[in-house]
């Protein structure tokens, strides 16, 4: 297992920026595949994006792609969402997962550990 602790959630307004830090410790960060989600209260947990355990390969959500950048840096065990453009139907609580995989995955139950969260407030 893997522990991950999520940090740089805030509040903002429309169009503003926010970086995520998720830091991971436990295990060998870098046999992981990544993930981060989200969810607005009343919600069910959205995809945001995804890498590979080499960060070679991403996926984006469609409501997503173009304005976030997930990243990661093994040497340091830590995953990154930079989000960009942000908009108020970003706000939600941001979660980054890990699964025990190399591949990319885009569900949930794909995931097998996850941080504690981190909210993100897009005012208007």
């Known amino acids: 297992q893997v522990q991950l602790v999520e940090s740089g959630g805030g509040l903002v307004q429309a169009g503003g920026s926010l970086r995520l830090s998720c830091a991971a410790s436990g295990r060998t960060f870098s046999s992981y595949a990544m993930g981060w989600f989200r969810q607005a209260p009343g919600k069910e947990r959205e995809f945001v994006a995804a890498?590979?355990?080499?960060?070679?390969?991403?996926d984006y959500a469609d409501s997503v792609k173009g304005r976030f950048t997930i990243s990661r840096d093994n040497a340091k065990s830590t995953l990154y969402l930079q989000m960009n453009s942000l908009k108020p139907v970003d706000t939600a609580v941001y979660y980054c997962?890990?699964?025990?995989?190399?591949?990319?995955?885009?569900?949930?139950?794909?995931?097998?550990?996850w941080g504690q969260g981190t909210q993100v407030t897009v005012s208007s």
């Open positions: 997962a890990a699964r025990s995989g190399m591949l990319v995955a885009t569900r949930p139950k794909d995931f097998t550990s």
């Open positions: 890498i590979s355990w080499s960060g070679g390969s991403t």
